[in-house]
């Protein structure tokens, strides 16, 4: 029998979001005021094409990350706006070096310093963060926030790597 569980978690807005989501609107707004003055002409579908550009690049930073686990596999999916999915990092637990709590003993030093992370989180301060550790080709960690159903489910197939407690 498979076993199949699914998370989402939408992603939290950072200073720099916020930042370049001010930024991107002052653009328009510049961009809009300018041609009104030089292409009064235009000026109607210039301003309209400016508005929908920053609503498009606004829009692109509501982000949520889908985590589904199968019998071992782990998938996870970026979806953003609600509108589109794009597969971010896809793997067996066989694969895996380690997998724990980011607050555990086994966040090594090691891992730590790792150069390639990819965080798929919410950036929420009070999540419990996993990580998983691969050394395929090149040192990897993955953060995630997964429920106690994928950790127990993992076990089941690689319990030499993940580490529930």
């Not at 292409?39 to 690049?57: D, E, K, N, Q, R």
């Not at 782990?74 to 067996?92: L, P, T």
């Amino acid at each position: 029998m498979d076993l199949f569980i699914e998370k989402i978690v939408k992603r939290r807005k950072s200073a720099a979001d916020i930042g370049l989501t001010i930024l991107i609107i002052a653009a328009a707004f510049v961009l809009s005021y300018l041609a009104v003055i030089m292409i009064p002409g235009l000026a109607l579908f210039l301003v309209a094409g400016f508005a929908y550009l920053a609503y498009f690049l606004i829009s692109r930073r509501n982000i949520e990350y889908e985590y589904a686990v199968t019998n071992g596999d782990i998938d996870i999916d970026m979806i953003i706006d609600q509108k589109k999915r794009k597969r971010v990092f896809s793997g067996n637990c066989k694969e895996f070096e380690q997998v724990a709590r980011v607050k555990s003993d086994k966040y090594t030093k090691e891992i730590r310093e790792c150069k390639n992370v990819k965080d798929y989180t919410s950036r929420n301060e009070n999540a419990e963060v996993w990580f998983i550790y691969l050394k395929k080709n090149q040192p990897t960690v993955i953060l995630f926030e997964p429920n106690s159903q994928m950790i127990d489910s993992l076990f089941t197939f690689a319990p030499r790597v993940v580490y529930r407690y």
